[in-house]
């Protein structure tokens, strides 16, 4: 598969390791200024962040060698919102590495039916479904095969995750989490002026399936989210499996239904090695701030660290384990790994210790003007971590957490590109 092409789908379905010296600590509020600020432009900034932040706010900024610029309130536990993938992405990387691919397989059984087994690929796109059914309709004997049933296995990870934060509508950052899930677990459509209904995706059919959530959703152009009731999200990748095989010649003569692989009786006749690594896709999971994905990663971590099948709890435990013995952070409160629950609490100076770790993956984030960055917002809930480079290339470590509404994050931001001086 070209890279080009799935990046390119990729990026239109999502518009949807040491630790080193502990940061030497100022007095709360202190500043150490740049020495080429003017004593002008220093108190204007200074006066623009005392004014903005609150008695739930909180910044933090640092030099590369830990010596802090400003910080206020940053012992402070306070919600994260969606900076909180960034921890979740050092854990995937802590205990995967940054080069770790996902990987499904297929498997034939004595009774002809071909069973797919899936390991929690955040990626698996209608186009990359084309490129297995290819890969596979290229062996021959596979392709002269009489198929019975498609046998879908999901259980690598538990049955019907239930992520704190996330409700039963429709919105695409609700999409649940499974080990067998295709386009993020969503549906997107559009209805013609005759009422029917089609695909928006020229890469996705509009299977018979799909029509009853559609239906019952009431809108004419969406895209809406599977859910577990029924199985429904790994049916739905069976069915559209089972579309792309029958394009290529592989015919399924029974039915699509869940079952499990014996590995000592079944017959591996294919592993897909998704062509994306972890570094890879994290940095689409923060560009697009997608939520099925980092909960998809944190459950698949924990899965490899304490083995099958995954499920949060397990991933919870890795995070927490990584930010105690790694980061030196053992008053972090994480219960999902994407920061859609403000139940998640962490301090200003925690988080500088995560993207201090994370540094080395920095151009990973949404850049622009010389800012490296991952927002978050929730309902009265607004958040920016990253870094800042200087004139020199420099970089500035810095954590905004503005969890009073209606604050400005911009007004602090400009304050903070002032003493850095970009």
């Known amino acids: 598969m070209k890279a080009s092409l799935s990046s390119a789908c990729i990026l239109l379905s999502l518009c949807f ?4 010296q502990p940061e030497n600590l100022l007095a709360e509020n202190q500043y150490a200024p740049p020495n080429h600020l003017t004593k002008r432009s220093l108190s204007k900034a200074l006066q623009a962040l005392q004014h903005d932040i609150g008695s739930n706010d909180a910044v933090f900024v640092a030099n590369q060698q830990g010596k802090i610029l400003f910080s206020k309130n940053a012992e402070k536990a306070l919600i994260p919102a969606s900076t909180l993938k960034i921890l979740t992405s050092l854990v995937a990387i802590h205990y995967l590495g940054p080069d770790y691919r996902f990987t499904t397989e297929f498997y034939m059984d004595a009774k002809e039916n071909l069973k797919i087994k899936g390991y929690g690929d955040p990626l698996l796109i209608s186009e990359v479904l084309a490129e297995i059914s290819k890969s ?19 259980s690598y990870f538990t049955k019907k995750i239930v992520i704190p934060g996330k409700t039963e509508t ?13 386009n993020f677990n969503t549906i997107y459509f559009k209805q013609l002026k005759d009422g029917s209904f089609i695909s928006a995706e020229p890469q996705t059919p509009l299977l ?28 739905y990748a069976g069915h559209l499996f089972k579309y792309f095989l029958n394009k290529e010649g592989i015919k399924i003569k029974g039915t699509i239904r869940s079952g499990t692989v014996q590995k000592d009786k079944d017959k591996l006749i294919y592993r897909h090695t998704s062509q994306f690594t972890l570094k890879q896709i994290i940095s689409k999971l923060l560009e697009h701030s997608n939520n099925f994905m980092a909960n998809q990663i944190l459950i698949a971590t924990g899965a490899n660290v304490f083995g099958p099948p ?14 105690k013995n790694m980061l030196n952070i053992d008053d972090i409160r994480f219960v999902e790994g994407s920061g859609i629950s403000k139940k998640n609490r962490i301090s200003a100076k925690n988080m500088a210790k995560i993207i201090k770790e994370f540094e080395p993956y920095y ?30 290339g420099e970089l500035y470590r810095f954590v905004v957490m503005l969890n009073s509404p ?7 931001m400009d304050a ?7």
């Open 17 to 20: 390791l040491h630790f080193g």
């Open 136 to 154: 596979l309709s290229a062996d021959l004997s596979i392709k002269a095969q009489k198929i019975n049933d498609l046998v879908l296995d999901d």
């Open 170 to 182: 429709l919105e695409p950052y609700d999409a649940p989490n499974g080990a067998l899930c295709v």
């Open 208 to 235: 018979p399936i799909a029509f009853k959530r559609i239906k019952k959703s009431g809108l004419k152009k969406e895209r809406i989210v599977l859910t577990h009731a029924e199985n429904e999200i790994t049916l």
């Open 310 to 323: 995954g499920t949060l709890d397990k991933g919870i435990l890795a995070a927490s384990t990584y930010a």
């Open 363 to 392: 151009n990973l984030m949404r850049h622009s003007k010389g800012e490296y960055y991952k927002t978050g917002t929730l309902k009265g809930i607004t958040t920016r971590t990253g870094y800042i480079a200087n004139k020199k």
């Open 406 to 412: 209606g604050k400005s994050m911009q007004n602090i």
């Open 416 to 422: 903070l590109h002032q003493l850095i001086d970009q």
